[in-house]
């Protein structure tokens, strides 16, 4: 009875040990901020949410899903129909294409420098695109070509119905050229970006809003077609 006692008292003592021991490691772990921003950028590119559900203990992944979907649609009215009278099929078909391009974004998150408490810079490597430079020179000439043909009388009606007219040849034109360009996609010299991943006051990790702003620029050229 004594020896029975005694081995539970040890086993008692070893249970304690163990999640003693598992309770200090899982306080010293240290955050895989590697894997967070790959998280994030398959969320954002890919529409891949697997690796973001590990990093969040409050969004499911519908809420993820969500989250990429508002991305792209955020993208596409500000960057391709902002301004511009544009049927819901036609939106939808734009939005569509630059899921398209995301998709085949080329990315890879390499190496993690820990910079202070709770904070780290990560190196994203990426291939730029020719899209968008493309898209928009052939956009700029396919208006000029509409400005043509309205100075030929080409267009037939009322001052607002040649308006209409040339509108929705423009956004059927412009759709046309995004879906041919992004099928001829090319892929430009291998660059390097640095972002922040950092702690909040909420002790929520997040990748810094202006370094993925520029990661997007970046990878789809768009600074080269902004005024």
């Known amino acids: 009875m004594r020896k029975i006692k005694r081995l539970q008292k040890f086993a008692g003592m070893i249970l304690m040990l163990f999640f003693t021991a598992g309770a200090l ?3 010293g772990k240290a955050f895989d901020a590697k894997g967070f921003v790959e998280a994030k950028l398959d969320q954002m590119f890919q529409g891949d949410v697997t690796k973001a559900l590990t990093f ?3 969004e499911t992944k519908a809420d993820l899903e969500k989250e990429y979907e508002t991305e792209i649609i955020s993208f596409v009215d500000r960057n391709i129909i902002g301004g511009m009278q544009v049927s819901e099929g036609m939106r939808n078909d734009f939005i569509e294409v630059c899921r398209q391009i995301f998709l085949v974004m080329r990315y890879e998150v390499t190496e993690v420098e820990e910079t202070g408490k709770h904070e780290y810079e990560v190196s994203v490597e990426y291939e730029p695109v020719d899209v968008f430079p493309k898209f928009v020179t052939g956009v700029q000439q396919d208006s000029e070509e509409i400005m043509q043909k309205a100075k030929n009388g080409e267009y037939k009606g009322t001052e607002k119905e040649i308006n209409e007219q040339m509108q929705t040849e423009f956004i059927r034109h412009s759709y046309e050229l995004l879906n041919t360009y992004w099928k001829e996609i090319s892929y430009g010299k291998e660059k390097t970006l640095k972002v922040t991943v950092a702690r909040n006051e909420k002790k ?7 370094d993925l702003d520029e990661l997007i620029v970046k990878i789809l050229r768009l600074d080269e077609i902004q005024d």
């Open 25 to 27: 490691t899982a306080c």
């Open 56 to 58: 969040t203990e409050k």
């Open 204 to 210: 929520e990790y997040a990748i810094a809003d202006e």
